[in-house]
């Protein structure tokens, strides 16, 4: 059942078409690290890590003829809510109504995006224990074997990181660059597969809540293991009914001591 402050859609006249956002993983909110000047401290425990609200767009349309109120009018009861539960088959989102767009209006209906975002995105999916074996692994976690993750395509991390910038003070005004550099990433092109859309949201939340835990994840690829964290989102898209397709950027804190890229105070 599809619902807006505990209504359903048909209450207030809409039709739902689709919706986009629902299993997306949001940002990391604030700052990521701490730096000291000569070298980083990522900033990975739980009182340090924030997240930035989930963006939800819902596409509707509104049938006049449907309702006994003016879509003037649901809007403003929406709006004038800080905070109101949308609930649709995979569960209960907090949210609160950003902006409106009409997309098209006829006679009779408007076709309407409504934006939403979840202020205090949740991470309660249950983990269990990660089953190892061959392969991307995360914390033990098989990516392949575990969630449907397929690594389809990978950044080469033999690349040169960017020069860290620096902080500009009375006695230091014209450099801009250090010699010390930033964080190596990992960039993986995944593809998710899934028999239904139930399995897909299962699946998605499960690798988010393991990407939202404190402390580093250790990765392992080609036989070697990284200390890593996360602070970027990503989004997941539908390419076909049982596919869908997400980019994954991940902070590599060690194992490039040897380049002199990194300090090795990165190490937890």
């Not at 809409?14 to 990521?32: A, H, Q, T």
């Not at 408007?110 to 983990?127: D, G, H, Q, S, V």
């Not at 998605?204 to 392992?220: A, G, P, Q």
């Amino acid at each position: 059942m599809n619902k807006l402050n505990n209504k359903s859609f048909d209450y207030y006249g809409f039709k739902l078409i689709e919706y986009k956002g629902l299993l997306d993983m949001p940002s990391r909110l604030g700052n990521i690290f701490y730096d000291w000047g000569d070298w980083q401290e990522p900033l990975v425990h739980s009182e340090d890590i924030f997240w930035k609200a989930k963006e939800i767009q819902v596409d509707l349309i509104f049938d006049k003829r449907n309702s006994n109120k003016t879509l003037n009018d649901v809007l403003k009861e929406l709006a004038n809510l800080e905070v109101f539960p949308l609930e649709n088959d995979y569960g209960i989102y907090n949210v609160s109504l950003k902006e409106v767009i009409n997309t098209l209006e006829t006679r009779d209906v408007i076709k309407l995006t409504m934006n939403l975002y979840e202020r205090l995105p949740l991470f309660n999916a249950i983990l269990g224990i990660g089953t190892g074996g061959n392969g991307l692994l995360i914390d033990n976690f098989n990516l392949e074997n575990d969630f449907g993750i397929k690594v389809i395509g990978t950044k080469p991390i033999d690349y040169l990181p960017q020069l860290k910038s620096s902080s500009i003070t009375v006695n230091n005004k014209s450099v801009y660059l250090t010699n010390h550099r930033n964080f190596k990433i990992f960039e993986f092109d995944c593809i998710i597969k899934f028999e239904n859309i139930n399995q897909l949201y299962e699946r998605t939340e499960k690798f988010k809540k393991l990407l939202s835990l404190d402390n580093y994840r250790v990765i392992t690829f080609q036989n070697k293991t990284y200390n890593c964290f996360v602070s970027e989102g990503f989004k997941i898209n539908l390419i076909g009914k049982q596919l869908a397709k997400f980019k994954l950027r991940i902070n590599i804190t060690d194992n490039f001591f040897e380049s002199g890229f990194v300090n090795s105070q990165f190490v937890n």
